[in-house]
């Protein structure tokens, strides 16, 4: 069974504090891995997808990175703005047809002024 | 942007009562989602729902569930009998098909769904 775990639960950061939130996964044959933000009482809002070990993405402040056992989204001089819950995701490789999204439980970010 | 519009925001029922809850995907989308949130806990698959059929589905569910696309718009989520369990935020999601550029779940901003 596919499995996500992130770390910490939760962070608090000053204004301009960078730092890194962590996803570990298992998954049989990796099709992509997802990041995700997710503000209070709204849906996910898609960030980046990663397809294989050594991609990176960028946008903005945000950074995500891949390797075969775990992702990083960094966070560069966040803002309060960037405070959310960061979700991470993977889906496993399928042959046809569709296979589902698996979540992790997020890492709940605070930037404070 | 085009976004995936989710109605009602908030339900509250019964117990035992019938609930849909209703969807209008991003228009040039072919795959269809549900997933649900109960409170504190991760995002959880339910249905994928392609060309008029259920293509995967979760073991949350269950015959108490079912989904249906009954015109060229909407796509609805129905529960038959509630549970004080199926109190959760449930959120639709649309994505162009698996394989395709730009390949991502789009979701709603959910349904609410609290079960007295």
């Known amino acids: 069974e596919d499995q996500v775990t992130q770390s910490p639960e939760a962070l608090r950061l000053q204004e301009g504090e960078s730092s890194s939130l962590n996803c570990s996964y298992t998954v049989s044959g990796l099709r992509g891995l997802f990041w995700y933000r997710q503000d209070p009482g709204k849906g996910p809002e898609f960030l980046f997808t990663?397809?294989?070990a050594g991609e990176e993405k960028e946008k903005e402040r945000l950074k995500a990175t891949l390797t075969k056992k775990e992702s990083f989204l960094h966070i560069t001089a966040p803002k309060p703005e960037d405070s959310a819950t960061y979700l991470c995701a993977v889906q496993a490789s399928f042959f046809g047809g569709y296979q589902k999204v698996t979540f992790g439980t997020g890492t709940k970010l605070q930037v404070i002024p | 942007e085009p976004e995936v519009t989710q109605t009602p925001s908030h339900q509250v029922t019964q117990m035992g009562q019938e609930v849909i809850l209703r969807c209008v995907p991003i228009s040039n989308h072919l795959y269809f989602y549900w997933y649900r949130q109960i409170l504190g806990q991760k995002v959880e698959f339910l249905v994928s729902?392609?060309?008029?059929?259920?293509?995967?589905k979760s073991e949350i569910f269950d015959d108490q569930f079912s989904v249906e696309r009954p015109d060229g718009s909407n796509f609805t989520l129905k529960i038959r009998s509630t549970k004080l369990e199926d109190s959760a935020m449930y959120f639709c999601a649309s994505s162009v098909p698996p394989g395709a550029a730009n390949e991502k779940l789009f979701f709603g901003s959910g349904t609410q769904l609290s079960v007295l």
């Open positions: 729902f392609y060309n008029n059929e259920i293509s995967e």
């Open positions: 990663l397809y294989s």
